[in-house]
């Protein structure tokens, strides 16, 4: 299993409830592939650094994560189809 951390900007105009719900659905794909989610920090709406679409503000998350490589794909490619997502970034940490 590797090590990887998950930076999440999501949609400011979704409620808690569908945060939640796009939050559920990175956890299904992870235990898909035999992943944990270690810890997870949710950093509330703040102020982008530059403009995205329309958007000013978004909710930003991070998470640690143990997955192998397979699963690492999987959840790139949901996390890229997934409308509320404004943008990602997962990273593999050398450890």
């Given at each position: 299993?590797?090590?990887?951390?998950?930076?999440?900007?999501?949609?400011?105009?979704?409620?808690?409830?569908?945060?939640?719900?796009?939050?559920d659905r990175i956890k299904?794909?992870?235990?898909?592939?035999?992943?944990?989610?270690?810890?997870?920090?949710?950093?509330?709406?703040?102020?982008?650094?530059?403009?995205?679409?329309?958007?000013?503000?978004?909710?930003?998350?991070?998470?640690?994560?143990?997955?192998?490589?397979?699963?690492?794909?999987?959840?790139?490619?949901?996390?890229?189809?997934?409308?509320?997502?404004?943008?990602?970034?997962?990273?593999?940490?050398?450890?």
């Amino acid at each position: 299993m590797r090590h990887y951390e998950l930076a999440l900007v999501l949609n400011p105009e979704v409620d808690d409830d569908r945060v939640g719900s796009v939050m559920d659905r990175i956890k299904r794909v992870i235990g898909d592939f035999q992943g944990e989610v270690v810890s997870e920090d949710s950093w509330g709406r703040r102020k982008l650094a530059y403009k995205i679409g329309q958007h000013v503000e978004g909710h930003y998350h991070l998470a640690h994560l143990h997955m192998d490589g397979e699963g690492a794909k999987s959840l790139d490619n949901a996390l890229k189809l997934t409308d509320d997502v404004l943008r990602h970034m997962l990273i593999r940490e050398d450890g």
